[in-house]
């Protein structure tokens, strides 16, 4: 009984997730249930993130081949944070455009244990099971509006390249079983630190990983697996855009620490370069990508798609005893926190306008500051976050993970980093200018926001202040999180 | 003059089913038609089920036939039958990027047994026993370290079909 | 010695269960056209031998005779290969069934009741080769609403074998024979007997759901396109499935061989299991004789909104029964 009690987080989930399922089949559907399956889950996303927070404190251990530590406890804090605002915010937007409110919500809960799971999973079977529940859900949230054509492209493209991602790392998988013979990341680490392993075995290790690296850079979108995500962004329904950006990100980021840092420690020097290799090609192919969009949302999604090429520098310099304090390791979760924090509210804005205008072009947002201007006024905050300017918790991540790099003397990286930065703060800039420049003529009514989306904004305005202007706290978890994972690390 | 090996019943058997499942297999590929396609799939199944047999995998090869070819091979058939114009004649014609296909088909394999052949791959820790004792163990194991990952599995299935009901079903309620 | 026991041994003991098998077919046609006749107060077959024994002789000449046929529209390996599929499954089934003390048809292997699975889940190629190959509207619906049905009524049924798998503690048909159950056990099982032979008689497309072949919508279903002796394949498929099923039902639920002094005089148990297999087949007729049609919907639902959550909760008994009471 005491196992299951380390599993208190998901428990959760799962029996809110049957709950609304069987609520959805007992009762006839309407349409207006929605709205209490949206209020359901809510609610126990927020127990569940309280119980994760209170996983924080606890000492590391282990259960049903899962860690509970406080790297899985954050990165499940993180991901039901941007669950619970996605669901306070999407939740009016789904339950208008759709009759099927009660699978919706059980997918959305189901979505979200499966992010849970893996965050803490250490053993190749679940990691691969639980990324193939991850996906299949999210194919379905993807295609949710099945009548209308954007969405049902964007749930096949998603499906048929996650197929195709999922079966090459299984393989790959499946070549690291062949090597060491235990599917536990603990002991494949023990087998690469053994003294007598021979040379042939450590090369053949190499396309092993690169196979596995395939699923978790289709998950985390990096190039060159990241052709799904504008498309599928760009047509999936906004609520399963923002999670699929940010949380889901989360997760492929927590597996990948795991499976590279604590799985394949000994073998830094192999896995190092391609990480630092597809970390400089997904941010310049996002931002370049991303220059040329006339369409926000598509926008959204390549800048989307750099964000992960910065994250990944993170892994790249991870660095068991770093002098600074930079290892890293919390370099990328600080990131992932703040960026959740940063781009759920950046969507929710595109939602608002969504919401009210209908459309997600350029134009939509000409003089946005004359009709609604606290909309504007915190979509400019969370655009400035995601250049990372200083005083926003943007910023904070790119320190730290940029700081690390050069900690670790990456110095063309982080060069590379930066004009990437530069070019991704150009075309920021370029949305808040049609914001505040824009020609009043043709600038609309005043726009009326919903109470779920001006709450979620609010939050989202205040963390990422809170992060960017008020750190320790935030900077004390994540240094507990990495150091936990540091410090078993045989580096 | 070298004397030719001459090969064990077993090593017979082994050829047989392995140029069963391979010559299958390349037909899934070549077949023009996609039914014959499917009903080779079923083929190839078994034929790896057979491999199992050899490798005293009992219990792996008749799971093997009862999933694969039991189960997911007959829902492509049966999906192949429900869908209009695919029943006979070419229905699975070659497109222009066939050569470069096997053109790739051909270097990972040529890749990949080089890549197998030239590691030293650790050699199976211990020999298995094959008794009953055997999926007993494999059963215990499912519930007790395996849960999770079992509770998972069950979790995806639901979560698929309750799915694939939405997205394809007629009506709207 | 070794090929001895690796080959000649299992050759024998196939052809001989073959033979027993081929003439079992033989006389359960006879044995049914009589019974369907006294159902229906007519005489049946009388004519060729005393009480007509000599039939199935007759009606296998006849077939042997006649011209094969292969229509030019058809798609003509599959279309030779259905019969051959059909037939295979309801004659290998057999290889795990004890007939006798310490004595299986061909082979104790460990995972016996996976097997019956295993083989139940192909048994529906046959069909569906047929109905594809014959290239005509009538096989194909015929196919289509054979594997629907076969998919459907497997679920309840692996679940009902898992049920007595939970509650034997083993997938050794030989063994679960043996083993003396508590009388709770039986009841149990008992309990759900009729609702495995539902699904039974789903999986054999026997009458009343043999919707694949209804004569007065399809023509002859799956088989129209056939005739000859391949027409017969289908057809012994069709009856040698019945055998095996009675047959492994006797063994689930019935004991299989066993009966009173089976134990001492060995060749007691086939005859044990003999007249089981005769009891059960008298089932299987006298439901054809009495029970009509079912709809093609109410099929479908029945399986799956009555017989699978049904299936389940005896599974979930079985389990809870296994924990506290063995």
Redesign the interface.
Known sequence: MNALGLLLPELILLVGALLVFLLDVAYDTDRESGASYGLVSGLFLVVAFLAAFFQMSLEPQQAFMMDIDAFAAFIKMTVFAGMALVALAGGRYMNRRTYNQGEFWTFFLIVSLAMSILAGANNLVLIYITIELLSITSYMLAAFFRDELRSAEAGMKYFLYGSVASAVMLYGLSFIYGAVGSLDLREVAGFFVQPDLTEELRVAMIPATLLALAGFAFKASLAPFYQWAPDTYEGSPTPVTTYLSTASKAAAFAVMARFFVVGLSALDVEWVPILAGLSILTMTMGNLAALRQNNVKRLLAYSSVAHAGYILMGLVAVAANAASGMDGLNGVLLYLFAYLFTNVGAFVSLMAVEETTGSVEMEAFQGLIHRAPWLAGMFTLFLLSLAGIPATGGFLGKFFVFGAAVQHQYYWLVAIALVNAGIAAFYYLRIIRTMYFGSQEDAGSRLELPLGMQATLLICTLATLWIGLYPPQVLDWVNTASQQILTAVLF | MPTLPVPT?TQVVFVLIAAFTVISGLGVVVAR?L??SA?LL?ATFFGVAGLYVMLEA??LA??Q??IY???VA??I??AI??TRGA??GETNPLNRQWGKAALFAFLFLVGLLG?LG?????A??QAIQA??GL?ARLGEQLVT?????L???G??LM??L??AI??ARDD?? | MDWLNLLVYPAVRVLVLFFVLLTGFAYLTWYERKLLARFQVRYGPNRAGRFGLLQPLADAIKALFKEEIVPDHVDRPVYLLAPALAIVPALIIWAVIPVAKDFPAVADVPIGILWILAVAGIEGYGVILAGWSSNNNYSLLGALRSSAQMISYELPLGIFLVSILVLAGTFSLVELVEMSRPWWEWLWLWLVFPLFFICILAETNRSPFDLPETENELVAGFQTEYGGMKFALFFMAEYINMITTSAIMATLFFGGWKGPFADQYVWLGPVYLFIKVVALLFLFIWVRASVSRPRWDQLMRFSWQFLLPVSLMHLMGSAVFTVFLK
Do not use: C, Q
């Open positions: 019943f038609n039914f014959h009903l079923a009992e219990f008749v799971t036939i009862l070819v039991g189960a007959t829902l058939t049966f039958m429900l029943m006979h890549y030239g590691i030293p791959w650790p199976p820790f008794d009953e999926i370290r395996y849960m999770v990952s509770e998972v599995m979790l995806l979560v698929a309750v799915g939405l997205l709207k309620p």
